[in-house]
């Protein structure tokens, strides 16, 4: 219900800008803002409708790609058993300590 509410009052707003330009009135200042104001009115009651529609999970095709990338594993390359030998020698020391013997 309250996502009709919200889409009805989100379309009122724009009707009156029509009529603003109807009358031609929207050249004037008062004009100007009073299509800002009912611009701005009707985003608010617009973006309530999309909330709504997110929570409701009317909009899940919007979020595809988040999924898809969640979805796809990270392969992580394994190290080869020459490298990592080759790692180990290069970290032994080559000179004995004065302590062993």
């Known amino acids: ?5 919200s ?3 989100g379309i009122v707003p724009l009707l009156g800008i029509a009529w603003t330009i109807a009358t031609g009135t929207v050249t004037t200042v008062d004009g100007l803002f009073m299509s800002l104001i009912l611009l ?3 985003a608010v009651f617009f973006l309530n409708a999309f909330w709504e529609l997110r929570d409701r999970g009317a909009l899940a095709f919007l ?3 988040k999924v898809a ?8 390359p394994k190290a080869t058993p020459k490298v990592t030998a080759n790692v180990a020698l290069a970290n032994k020391d080559a000179k004995p300590k004065e302590g062993e013997s």
Request: no cysteine.
């Open 7 to 9: 889409i009805v009052l």
């Open 63 to 65: 979020d595809k790609k």
């Open 40 to 42: 701005t009115l009707s």
């Open 69 to 76: 990338a969640e979805v796809t594993p990270k392969v992580t």
């Open 1 to 5: 219900m309250m996502l009709v509410i």
